[in-house]
């Protein structure tokens, strides 16, 4: 019997902080040789019951306590200590399971206890992790269906060293978000996951959000190792000498593309959070890049139009409100400054371009009485769309920005019925907004206590916190309306703060196209009382 794939997910997830501290492995240099000697020796001719149930005892204790401290979202340092105290314990069993029989194969422990193996080793020491990889391989190449199980412990060995994964089998708990660490190379990302057993890396993340009801984003750089260098330089070693065939570990291309100019849409606010309404010239702003100081080449003072794509939500809970929502849109149509082009789209599982992008207010006020809509809400689907068709291409004299009216729950992560919300991965738009210039400007429209269910309150915080990311990465503003009539004084406000956005641009001292993702800070001169906002970074591609 194979263990369930909720649990293969909870094997595979890293936590933060969640492994046993550093400590001597438990096997020496010639039990490792006698460890890879039994992996070449006669198969079990039986299973080894009472074996296999104390590794299956020791992997289920193990997930159902890791399963609640995501839950928790690592926030109790005490569960955390109590899920290590019980790696510490699993290993030091384990340990004496493998100097006894040796690595556990399918023929002594069956499938669900090499399974729950692995589960073990992912939580042990990193030496122990270490020491056991040439046994882990050897024992793969004998029996190929350990192929899934590898590819996890793999990639938790490289994380750990701070390497980029190969399979995108690891990521940890953080924020409320599941943050998957970075791939060595995504273009050929599913290729290798199938030749290891795995489904596609979309489908996986779709399961990943399912399972912990939680949205799952990438991360943008590696971890940084907390082990030793010494400890660090093994394990890379450890990992080079694992000679795995090419076909098996086949690294691609990175694309990059030129790049000179990186962009960025600034605010000004003022220690009470309040947008600056003064002036401020190029001389008042420092940028800096991973720390270095770069030179402002581009300015474009607050005068400079936008493009503004306004983006409503007409999913079947509105439907009683329409009216509402039209007064509003009216209301944001005549609050925009003459110079901004607007567009209207519409959104419920499928979205509607109401009015391209114009200058012609009479045309987009004629557009809003034919707004209409049904059904579930395809919010990530809605911002792609309007990425992808309707913001429009980047102009040197416009601005662009999506502005959405929404409450953002689109279901992709609830764990509970058959509604599966976007196509579109949250994680996938979320590396979409980092690598575009156009601001998201979110309104979330509170209908919290209009819903009821057993996972309503989790949808609505994953929801809020979505929202809040997506404007963070593109260096937009986050809003809040708590029932449709105050629409109208967050649009106007919206529209206010827009007009008070900067653009600065500069060509980076740094000219490598690396990949690599750099820190961006901003701040202005001489002006404590004053706090910049814009996108945290970009990818130098």
């Given amino acids: 019997m194979i263990l369930c794939q909720r649990w293969l997910l909870v094997l595979i997830l890293v936590m933060a902080g969640g492994v046993t501290a550093h400590a001597q492995s438990c096997v020496t240099p010639d039990e490792v040789k006698q460890l890879l000697a039994r992996v070449q020796s006669p198969?079990?001719?039986?299973?080894?019951?009472k074996l296999r149930k104390k590794l299956l005892l020791m992997s289920q204790q193990q997930g159902e306590m890791l399963l609640e401290?995501?839950?928790?979202?690592?926030?109790?340092?005490?569960?955390?200590?109590?899920?290590?105290?019980?790696?510490?314990?699993?290993?030091?069993?384990?340990?004496?399971?493998?100097?006894?029989?040796?690595?556990p194969s399918a023929a002594l422990v069956d499938r669900d206890g090499?399974?729950?193996?692995?589960?073990?080793?992912?939580?042990?020491?990193?030496?122990?992790?270490?020491?056991?990889?040439?046994?882990?391989?050897?024992?793969?190449?004998?029996?190929?269906?350990?192929?899934?199980?590898?590819?996890?412990?793999?990639?938790?060995?490289?994380?750990?060293?701070?390497?980029?994964?190969?399979?995108?089998?690891?990521?940890?708990?953080?924020?409320?978000?599941?943050?998957?660490?970075?791939?060595?190379?995504?273009?050929?990302?599913?290729?290798?996951?199938?030749?290891?057993?795995?489904?596609p890396m979309d489908d996986n993340i779709r399961e990943l959000e399912r399972t912990y009801g939680k949205p799952l984003v990438k991360a943008r750089q590696p971890p940084t190792t907390k082990l030793s260098k010494q400890l660090t330089d093994s394990i890379t070693q450890a990992i080079d000498s694992a000679a795995l065939k090419s076909n098996e570990i086949d690294p691609g291309d990175v694309i990059k593309t030129e790049t000179s100019l990186v962009s960025l849409n600034v605010s000004v606010f003022t220690n009470n959070n309040q947008v600056f309404t003064g002036s401020l010239a190029k001389d008042d702003f420092h940028v800096e890049e991973n720390g270095k100081e770069q030179t402002v080449t581009y300015f474009a003072s607050t005068d400079v139009p936008f493009d503004l794509v306004l983006l409503i939500d007409l999913s079947g809970s509105?439907?009683?409100?329409?009216?509402?929502?039209?007064?509003?849109?009216?209301?944001?149509?005549?609050?925009?400054?003459?110079?901004?082009?607007?567009?209207?789209v519409t959104f419920s599982d499928k979205t509607t371009v109401v009015s391209p992008l114009t200058l012609d207010r009479v045309q987009l006020a004629a557009s809003v009485a034919g707004m209409q809509g049904e059904g579930g809400s395809h919010v990530w689907d809605a911002i792609k769309?309007?990425?992808?068709?309707?913001?429009?291409?980047?102009?040197?004299?416009?601005?662009?920005?999506?502005?959405?009216?929404?409450?953002?729950?689109?279901?992709?992560?609830?764990r509970y019925g058959s509604y599966r919300g976007s196509a579109t991965l949250f994680a996938d738009l979320i590396e979409q907004v980092r690598g575009t210039d156009a601001l998201i400007v979110p309104i979330?429209?509170?209908?919290?206590?209009?819903?009821?269910?057993?996972?309503?309150?989790?949808?609505?915080?994953?929801?809020?916190?979505?929202?809040?990311?997506?404007?963070?990465?593109?260096?937009?503003?986050?809003?809040?309306?708590?029932?449709?009539?105050?629409?109208?004084?967050?649009?106007?406000?919206?529209?206010?703060?827009?007009?008070?956005?900067?653009?600065?641009?500069?060509?980076?001292?740094?000219?490598?196209?690396?990949?690599?993702?750099?820190?961006?800070?901003?701040?202005?001169?001489?002006?404590?009382?004053?706090?910049?906002?814009?996108?945290?970074?970009?990818?130098a591609q």
């Fill in 114 to 199: 090499v399974l729950a193996s692995f589960q073990i080793l992912n939580n042990a020491t990193f030496e122990l992790q270490r020491d056991l990889l040439p046994v882990i391989v050897a024992s793969m190449k004998k029996d190929p269906e350990q192929k899934p199980l590898f590819a996890g412990f793999f990639d938790r060995l490289r994380v750990s060293a701070g390497m980029k994964q190969l399979f995108g089998t690891q990521a940890m708990s953080m924020g409320g978000f599941l943050v998957l660490y970075p791939i060595e190379d995504q273009t050929k990302l599913d290729s290798l996951r199938a030749q290891f057993g795995l489904p």
């Fill in 43 to 49: 198969p079990a001719t039986s299973i080894d019951q």
């Fill in 385 to 414: 769309f309007a990425l992808d068709n309707v913001v429009g291409p980047k102009l040197p004299d416009r601005r662009r920005a999506i502005v959405m009216m929404s409450d953002g729950v689109d279901g992709s992560f609830t």
């Fill in 444 to 539: 979330y429209l509170d209908t919290e206590d209009s819903e009821y269910g057993p996972n309503a309150k989790e949808e609505y915080e994953n929801a809020r916190r979505a929202l809040n990311l997506l404007a963070r990465e593109s260096g937009g503003s986050y809003y809040k309306a708590r029932k449709l009539p105050d629409l109208n004084g967050v649009y106007e406000q919206v529209i206010n703060d827009l007009g008070k956005v900067y653009s600065l641009g500069y060509k980076p001292t740094n000219e490598a196209h690396d990949n690599s993702w750099r820190w961006v800070k901003v701040s202005v001169v001489n002006r404590p009382e004053l706090t910049a906002r814009t996108r945290p970074g970009y990818y």
């Fill in 318 to 344: 509105t439907l009683e409100k329409r009216d509402l929502i039209k007064a509003s849109t009216l209301r944001f149509i005549e609050a925009a400054r003459p110079s901004d082009r607007l567009a209207i």
């Fill in 69 to 103: 401290v995501v839950e928790k979202d690592q926030t109790k340092a005490s569960d955390q200590k109590k899920l290590h105290k019980l790696y510490q314990q699993n290993t030091a069993k384990f340990c004496e399971i493998l100097k006894s029989v040796g690595w």
